[in-house]
């Protein structure tokens, strides 16, 4: 199994160009980053080829999103803000060799119509898709529980496969995080064997607290060895808080744990 560190939310104790060696040394190959564009391209760049970790995936800026606010994916008002997002999320996923990008749905708008929400966040799925398309990126688009997040606009993995069967592209992947579609209380393997031929990333944590593995009640250790079971060979992301120094938290990555 290939395992991945969020550097956004593992290795925090440090900052962000110094997680790329520490994450090196804990013995992750690669990392993902949320938001990487408040440090140089350049600088993240010189720190992973540094240390050695491939960076697999980053998010497209979404605006006020981490502020509490809609995002841009989702509104129709925004559609020029969200494609001027794209060549900064191209900058830097060339710059750090990124193969795959995340886009986040948002929340729903004050004003907007869950139709009209949904409309958008497709043609804007495909506006990506399209754009990345030539780079050798693939776009990915994520489910996230409306109890951390509440408004949120797509919540379990089949909300996002039914907006994915809308949209004109059809290598958009899924990104499934463990983590949420437990708060949204899904059947966690029964979601894994159906939408697998659609599943490009997988992410992690336990719950409820969002802790890392063992630290709440998930059975992360069967999930994760069912999807390598079903045939699953991307990353899976570690994306947990950690309840201590990230360094005391990796008992879970050996490789007799799994």
């Known amino acids: 199994m290939r395992f991945a560190a969020n550097l956004s939310m593992l290795f925090t104790e440090l900052p962000l160009p110094q997680r790329f060696a520490a994450t090196a040394q804990a013995g992750f190959a690669a990392v993902e980053i949320q938001f990487p564009y408040d440090v140089a391209a350049a600088e993240l760049a010189a720190a992973a080829t540094a240390a050695g970790v491939e960076v697999i995936l980053i998010n497209v800026p979404a605006g006020d999103l981490m502020q509490g606010g809609a995002g841009l994916a989702a509104q129709p008002r925004l559609q020029a803000e969200f494609a001027a997002a794209l060549p900064q999320a191209l900058a830097y996923a060339q710059a750090l060799g990124v193969r795959m990008v995340n886009v986040l749905p948002g929340r729903l708008a004050e004003g907007v119509s869950r139709q009209q929400a949904l409309a958008t966040l497709a043609a804007n799925l495909d506006a990506a898709a399209d754009f990345f398309r030539p780079h050798g990126i693939r776009v990915v688009c994520e489910a996230i529980n409306d109890i951390d997040m509440p408004g949120f606009l797509l919540r379990t993995a089949d909300e996002l496969a039914v907006l994915l069967a809308t949209c004109n592209s059809r ?67 570690a994306e947990y808080r950690p309840t201590r120094p990230t360094v005391e938290t990796l008992a879970w990555l050996t490789t007799d744990a799994w």
């Open 171 to 237: 290598d958009i992947g899924m990104q499934i995080d463990l983590y949420h579609m437990a708060r949204m209380q899904q059947d966690i393997p029964a979601l894994l064997s159906k939408h697998l031929p659609a599943i490009a990333h997988v992410q992690f944590a336990d719950a409820p607290g969002r802790g890392e593995p063992g630290s709440g009640e998930l059975a992360l250790r069967q999930y994760l060895q069912q999807l390598d079971a079903l045939g699953y060979r991307g990353w899976c992301a």
